[in-house]
């Protein structure tokens, strides 16, 4: 009954989606305010019936009805209530439902949070917002509807997916889909601010929070990824250039370079085009990242089963979507001529396009690395594949290059650097650059990469250092502040800056786990029995036991290892390999110790009547991957809820 | 800005654009790998020999020999109509099962055997819990391989 209930929810707000698409333009035509409320209410409706939606589906989880096929396909009468929530978006129907009701929350935050201080461009904010509801409503209704009943009505369920019955399952893709909808409401802006003709950088101020808040969902949720992939997996790494991380990585990658770009706007009222151009490609981005995921197309532990019939209806709404923010661009480009030029090679200015062109590289390299194969099946019913090393390729030089942009670009003046500037700004960070890289021969690293590293990281650290010293002892000479009041003065009074710098910093911590553990990592995969022990650098890992446990819906062989270092006791892994009972899909599950920010990591592959096979891992300073991502969640963070009195930049 | 400084920012954007997309092409084309039926690989000219493909499969029932205190095994993979032996040393994935479909990346050599040390398996289609299959539900079965490739 809810069930029926939640389906007919959802096809209302079809129909009011079509009013709030509607409805503005023809308010605006026929000079009607009263319609674009209407629409406004429209909008505002359909969270509500969405939510009523998503209670429906979550109800008939949570009570086991398997008489609808979605329940049935995701989930199981054994499956721990925590995950039953989480069944939700294990499917791919479920996920459309978990992306609209997200759309819809925000649509009406953003109408309501902007409907008086925003009346010019909200007819046009509000229709752009309904078009993409439109779109993924229809799609529920007509092609993936997750209400759909099922008969005869099996005994019971099909069971999540055992990779995905994780607790991260719970966070990770609403975290994603937080990221990609969120862009969503710089595109409308930008839609709506070529509609209006209000090209200025208004769109921008607006929207500058909001972008900042999609991109650092993005951001954990790809991280999020990455560590569940770590321990999920077992194979020891958190990126594998999988068609599906790529998917998501892509609008990271345009957003990003949006979000320094629109400075550029901001301050000089240059690259008006290209920042409209890159919002609409972020979200394009975004859409395309959400349909590979769950559509089937792509292979990777994300996707199931496949129809046909949706990947054409996706093509034509993504296809729609895009000529739609395409085509207003290049109709009003004439509008959109920037007077103001570039003064030097050696500015900020340049920076920012040196920053956008590395990650609009980056961001091909990626597409083509994950779409060519679907256009070679299509084109020439061949199959095939891009490995790994063509990204690494590419992404070694691109990311040390935006790395050192990232020490130049704050720092550097605008318009043009004087060589007083440069010599004031960089000076001390290349002397430290050397040092710190002569250091890192010293303790022994000697690949290129690491090296390159070093002396990057040690130049971007030191502007970020002198810039905060700068500002501070600016404040304690001006106010006779002490050190940390005049810190505290310079951080409030330009918070947007160091609150990047934040940001920036945390990039650091990242690259440098992301440097060491992929450079030092060791491993060995080993067959052992009880009683054999192996050698991992200073480690000795012991094989003590083998039991069987059992969890509310799998068993497990549990191998019992202990781990010493120079002969004194370290500590117990306990790693299994699990069978899920409802699908008697085996996984295998990892152990992990943490010393100094690094891992020793364990996972048992393989058990046999003869013996098991181990995968053991040295990862070191792994850790600081997600710590980095961490500070930079800080850094938004502040730079997020900053006080709006107080003077930007 | 004047014209030799414009031109001079051109030629540098271009200079870093074209290094990267040259860096990008040299490693992309090197790391294609194409993706074979056993009945292809059967078929394969000797150019082929020692190259990097994948093919897709069937495990056949009771062809998989593990080396006992080894990583190796060995097993075959057919598509119905053809079928090769495949040497394996690693570790293979949690849905590797005989009877059950594999995709394994290595190369096919003059000896007729593939060798490989990477293998995905995939759910398919017809994953579904026992009981199920016992109360005879049964669930559309799409093209075997198709599934597999995706």
Partial sequence: MFIEIGHFAVVVALVLSVIGVIGPILGLKRNKPDWVRVARQAVTLNFFLISVGMAALIYSFLTNDFSVKYVMATSNSKLPIFYKVAGLWGGHEGSLMLWVWILTAFSTIVVWLHWRTQPAVMPYLISVQSVIMLGFLAMIVFLSNPFERLFPIPADGRDLNPLLQDPAMVVHPPMLYLGYVGFSIPFAFAMAALFSGRLGEEWIKVTQRWTLFAWIALTTGILMGGYWAYYELGWGGYWGWDPVENASFMPWLVGTAFLHSVMVQEKRKMFKVWNLFLIIVTFSLSLIGTFLVRSGVLSSVHTFATDPGRGLYILIFLALMMSLGFGTLIVRSGRLKSQIEMDSIISKESVFLFNNLFFLVAAVTVFLGTLYPLLVETLKTAKVSVGPPYYNAVFMPVALGLLLLMGIGPSIAWRKASLENLKKNFLLPILIALVGTAAAWLIGIRTVFGLAGAMIVSFVTTTIVMDFAKGSTLWARRYEFNYFKAFYEAFTNNQRRYAGQITHIGVLVMVVGIIASTIYQTEKVVPMRIGDAIQLKAYTIKMVGLQEVTGPNWTAQEGLFEVYRDGRFVTQLLPQKRIYTASQTPTTESAIHTVNLGHIFLTMPEVGPDGVTVRALINPLVLLVWIGGGIMGLGVFLNIFRSRSKASL | ?150
Avoid: C
């Avoid at chain 2, 190369?107 to 819990?129: G, L, V």
């Fill in chain 2, 1 to 150: 800005m004047t014209k030799g400084k414009k031109i001079g920012l051109i030629i540098s954007i271009l200079i870093v654009a074209g290094g990267l997309i040259y860096l990008g092409m040299g490693q992309f084309g090197q790391n294609l790998v194409y993706f074979f039926t056993p009945s292809e690989v059967v078929a394969f000219s000797p150019d082929y020999y020692g190259k990097k493909v994948r093919v897709g499969g069937l495990v056949v029932q009771g062809s998989v020999q593990i080396v006992p205190n080894s990583l190796k095994m060995k097993f075959t993979l057919t598509d119905g109509a053809a079928a090769i032996p495949v040497q394996f040393e690693g570790i293979p994935p949690d849905l590797f099962k005989e009877g059950k479909g594999a995709v394994v990346e290595g190369y096919w050599d003059a000896e007729k055997q593939f060798h490989s040390n990477m293998i995905m398996a995939k759910h398919s289609e017809d994953y579904m819990p026992i009981q199920m299959k016992q109360a005879g539900v049964q669930l559309p079965k799409k093209d075997f391989l198709k599934t597999l490739q995706q």
